[in-house]
């Protein structure tokens, strides 16, 4: 999927309302381009209404740090606001008045060229454009980016038919290895929160999680299993996770802004930042991390002064989670449950997380109108070398294997890999096992006459006489056709060709003096 990514930054030598935008990522080469602009103060006068007319909804000063200018009154004259703003005309007006002048501030030039370009070369590949925004400036994080729109009546980019919105930072730790999911594994955590009845906010959260949709055909989803903590203590939680069982992280509790990524309240007197929520994240493989919580997306705040990458969700890409998703606010009960059920049930058929984002926004939006800010609070932020995909269709077949020896399983039917040299065994299940040098596969052998993708293990099922039989078949995709099995004539190399496997034969991968493996199955 074609992808731009657009950076915006203040110039802090020339002023302090100058800024730079420019293209950091995009799929053509003529695409990086950058112009300079001034921030304009009607900008700084729409927001500070939007602020007041959503005061619910809005307890920071988040106006940006910028020079005195004279404000005049707003151009919406043929609209006043009555005295129910957030349910009027004016409210819709002012939503879309904010988007539209964030749109021409931004999208100007040669960064509007790039934009219709890049839409284009999407759809020419019958795609969509994965548009990525990182906003460099710590005053500028809490503004509504996800309400962007051209011109009236057109769709704001988070609501995009064309479109995948999010946002991201390029001053990023490398993603860690990432597993092949066929299923949703959600751990689902609830801190402290003085308005919530726990036992219950859980029992709702479990099944909006993990109940199965509503009509349609249940079998395109994917399976969803939920492990819920109540309240646990730091240690807990981290015990929890080392298991290694769970691609996503679900939060729902007591927040605040802090410096270190914000506070997480697990207990009433106990508290967790988003660095230490970090390392254990990425150390034990969760790729999306959600928090229902306020200020989520929001950066932590010094005498009226935003904080440099303070915000939870900035601090846990930054260390190297593929995908946070946080609210720029705060998010009324019922809001959220629609939220998270139209999400999930987008992750569990298979969308990638800014797609699934992007339809459980436009289910906010119809359900609570989009002159009111629920479907504008999540905000999205992903990993830039993160492609945004949770889990795999099971007719994609990847395998995931363990990094270290395993136990026998008594199953009635085991097929394995087994390092003659080392002694460590991999089990294959139904479906594909990769074979290569780059962690990208599912055995990684880190030699350097192996190939990045050097071979494949498949199983084929075949049914004679109401007998169901497996056959395991390895087929070779090296470079200059490397792969080896021994046969009783020696050593005989595979060319690019597939052949069946049997228990007990030997195979060599990349070099022919390399390790020797071997394929071993048990029937029981």
Same mark, same amino acid.
């Given at each position: 999927m074609?992808? &731009?990514?657009?950076?915006?930054?203040?110039?802090?030598n020339?002023?302090t309302?100058n800024f730079?935008?420019w *293209?950091?990522?995009a799929?053509? #080469?003529?695409?990086?381009?950058?112009?300079?602009?001034?921030?304009?103060v009607?900008?700084t006068?729409v927001?500070?209404?939007?602020?007041?007319?959503?005061a =619910?909804?809005?307890?920071?000063?988040?106006?940006?740090?910028l020079t005195s200018q004279?404000?005049?009154?707003?151009?919406?004259d043929?609209?006043s606001?009555?005295?129910?703003?957030?349910?009027s005309p004016?409210?819709?007006?002012?939503m879309?008045y904010?988007?539209m002048?964030?749109?021409r501030? *931004?999208?100007? @030039?040669?960064?509007l060229g790039?934009?219709?370009?890049?839409r284009?070369?999407?759809m020419g590949?019958?795609?969509r454009?994965?548009?990525?925004?990182?906003?460099?400036? #710590?005053d500028l994080?809490?503004?509504?980016w996800?309400?962007?729109?051209?011109?009236?009546g057109?769709?704001a980019?988070?609501?995009?038919?064309?479109l995948l919105?999010s946002r991201t930072?390029?001053e990023?730790?490398?993603? #860690?290895?990432? /597993?092949?999911?066929q299923?949703?594994s959600?751990?689902l955590v609830?801190?402290?929160?003085?308005?919530?009845?726990?036992?219950?906010?859980?029992?709702?959260?479990?099944?909006?999680?993990?109940d199965p949709?509503v009509g349609?055909?249940?079998?395109?989803?994917a399976p969803c299993?939920?492990?819920?903590l109540? !309240?646990p203590?730091p240690?807990?939680?981290i015990?929890e996770?080392?298991?290694?069982?769970y691609?996503?992280?679900?939060?729902?509790?007591h927040?605040?802004?802090?410096? $270190?990524?914000?506070?997480?309240?697990?207990?009433?007197?106990?508290?967790?930042?988003?660095?230490? &929520?970090?390392?254990?994240?990425t150390?034990t493989g969760?790729?999306?991390?959600?928090?229902n919580?306020?200020w989520g997306?929001?950066?932590?705040f010094?005498?009226?002064?935003?904080?440099?990458?303070?915000?939870?969700?900035?601090?846990?890409?930054?260390?190297?989670v593929?995908?946070v998703?946080?609210?720029? $606010?705060?998010i009324?009960d019922?809001e959220?449950h629609?939220?998270?059920q139209?999400?999930?049930?987008a992750l /569990?058929?298979h969308?990638?997380? $800014?797609e699934?984002v992007a339809?459980?926004? !436009?289910e906010?939006?119809?359900?609570?109108k989009f002159n009111?800010?629920?479907?504008?609070?999540? *905000?999205?932020?992903?990993?830039?070398?993160?492609?945004g995909?949770?889990?795999?269709?099971v007719d994609? @077949?990847?395998?995931?294997?363990? $990094?270290?020896?395993?136990p026998?399983?008594?199953s009635?039917?085991?097929?394995s890999? /087994?390092?003659l040299s080392?002694?460590?065994?991999?089990?294959?299940?139904?479906g594909?096992t990769r074979? @290569?040098?780059t962690k =990208?596969?599912?055995i990684?052998i880190p030699?350097p006459s192996v190939?990045?993708?050097?071979?494949?293990?498949f199983?084929?099922?075949? &049914?004679?006489?109401?007998?169901?039989m497996?056959t395991?078949?390895?087929?070779?995709?090296?470079?200059?056709g490397?792969?080896?099995?021994?046969?009783?004539?020696?050593?005989q190399?595979? &060319?690019?060709?597939?052949? #069946?496997?049997k228990?007990g034969?030997?195979?060599k991968f @990349?070099?022919a003096?390399?390790d020797?493996?071997?394929?071993i199955?048990?029937?029981?």
């Open positions: 074609p992808s &731009l990514n657009l950076a915006i930054a203040r110039l802090l020339t002023g309302d730079a935008i *293209v950091v990522k799929p053509y #080469p003529s695409g990086y381009v950058l112009r300079d602009c001034v921030w304009p009607e900008l006068q927001w500070q209404e939007w602020q007041q007319m959503f =619910d909804h809005s307890h920071l000063d988040t106006s940006p740090n004279k404000i005049n009154p707003l151009p919406i043929s609209i606001p009555p005295s129910s703003q957030t349910t004016y409210s819709s007006r002012l879309q904010l988007g002048n964030l749109w501030w *931004v999208f100007d @030039g040669q960064i790039s934009l219709e370009r890049s284009g070369i999407a590949q019958h795609t454009l994965r548009f990525r925004l990182e906003i460099r400036d #710590p994080i809490a503004f509504p996800e309400i962007m729109q051209r011109e009236p057109q769709s980019m988070s609501l995009s038919p064309d919105f930072s390029t990023v730790d490398p993603l #860690p290895y990432l /597993r092949t999911d299923a949703l959600i751990l609830l801190g402290h929160d003085q308005n919530l009845q726990l036992k219950q906010e859980a029992a709702i959260l479990q099944q909006t999680l993990a949709p349609g055909n249940s079998q395109i989803y299993t939920v492990n819920q109540i !309240q203590t240690q807990e939680l015990q996770l080392e298991t290694k069982a691609n996503v992280f679900f939060y729902a509790g927040g605040l802004p802090d410096p $270190d990524g914000g506070l997480l309240f697990l207990q009433p007197e106990c508290a967790l930042n988003g660095i230490e &929520l970090a390392q254990v994240l150390r969760v790729k999306l991390a959600v928090f919580a306020c997306a929001q950066p932590a010094s005498n009226h002064q935003a904080i440099a990458a303070s915000s939870l969700a900035e601090v846990l890409i930054r260390h190297g593929p995908a998703l946080g609210m720029r $606010d705060k009324a019922h959220s629609s939220f998270i139209a999400f999930t049930e /569990r058929s969308k990638p997380i $800014d699934a339809l459980a926004r !436009q906010l939006l119809t359900l609570y009111q800010p629920a479907w504008t609070l999540p *905000v999205l932020y992903l990993h830039p070398d993160f492609n995909e949770l889990i795999k269709a994609e @077949g990847i395998t995931e294997l363990p $990094d270290t020896a395993i026998d399983i008594g009635p039917f085991t097929a890999l /087994r390092s080392s002694g460590k065994t991999w089990l294959l299940r139904y594909v074979i @290569g040098r =990208d596969n599912d990684v030699e190939s990045k993708r050097h071979a494949e293990i199983c084929r099922n075949t &049914l004679t006489d109401a007998t169901l497996r395991y078949y390895l087929q070779d995709f090296s470079t200059y490397t792969t080896w099995f021994l046969s009783p004539n020696g050593w190399q595979i &060319l690019r060709e597939e052949v #069946p496997l228990s034969m030997q195979l @990349g070099s003096r390399g020797i493996w071997e394929f199955i048990k029937d029981s």
